[in-house]
């Protein structure tokens, strides 16, 4: 168990819905980050989040947006689904900063099918 | 930005044998270069990590080796058993808080009994 926890773990929807994917960081992490694993596919990164604000930006697409709450827990929002927005989302965080460590922990994913 | 490349994409071993997989990098200022597991439908497990201020890693039977003139590095898994079966991903960041990592498309390793 890494620490990460996300939920819901899985979600099933139809195209041109709208979810909302949530993670919470390791204890005394600042940095979150979102992942997004298609089948037979590596790890693509979406986005980066440190202590509420957006630190870089990956291969997201405009219909997703995220953010992260003074809680520091995070928020992947998925809008207008396509089939091809099937995936497993994974979030990862670190402690982040300029000087905190940057080993990121994955949390256990969701696994997001669109019908 | 970084481009990681990973081979090979997949791996076939028998238990015992030793088992090696590769990664090169592009960003020449990356100094950090983590190695995950990922097991079907599980998270990435961080399973070992080198800076670039060492040449080599080791933790039981798995090492990592860096040659950063060359920009590449490698992971060695030793007297290797079933239950080393699984996707393995190599990644490379800049040593920073604020870095993202860049992942290699990952190596299914595969071993036999």
């Known amino acids: 168990d890494s620490g990460v926890t996300q939920t819901p773990k899985h979600l099933i929807t139809a195209t041109g819905q709208r979810v909302t994917l949530r993670c919470s960081p390791r204890?005394?992490?600042?940095?979150v980050y979102w992942y997004q694993q298609s089948l037979d596919q590596g790890l693509q990164f979406l986005i980066q989040y440190y202590n509420g604000e957006e630190r870089a930006k990956g291969n997201i697409l405009e219909r997703f947006s995220a953010q992260q709450f003074p809680d520091l827990h995070s928020e992947l929002n998925l809008s207008s689904l396509e089939l091809g927005d099937s995936a497993l989302y994974f979030c990862?965080?670190?402690?982040?900063?300029?000087?905190?460590?940057?080993?990121?922990?994955f949390g256990p994913g969701t696994r997001l099918t669109v019908t | 930005g970084e481009n990681v490349e990973q081979h090979p994409s997949t791996l076939s071993v028998q238990e015992g044998d030793s088992a090696v997989i590769k990664c090169t990098y592009s960003d020449s200022a990356s100094n950090y270069f983590p190695w995950y597991k990922q097991e079907l439908g599980k998270r990435p497990q961080l399973i070992i990590d080198?800076?670039?201020?060492?040449g080599e890693k080791k933790d039981q039977r798995i090492a990592v080796t860096l040659n950063k003139t060359a920009k590449h590095f490698s992971l060695h898994i030793t007297e290797t058993q079933p239950e080393d079966s699984a996707v393995y991903f190599c990644a490379a960041s800049r040593s920073s808080g604020y870095s993202t990592l860049t992942f290699g498309k990952g190596t299914m390793l595969l071993v036999s009994p």
């Open positions: 080198i800076r670039s201020n060492v």
């Open positions: 990862a965080s670190s402690v982040g900063g300029s000087t905190g460590s940057y080993e990121q922990y």
């Open positions: 204890s005394g992490d600042l940095s």
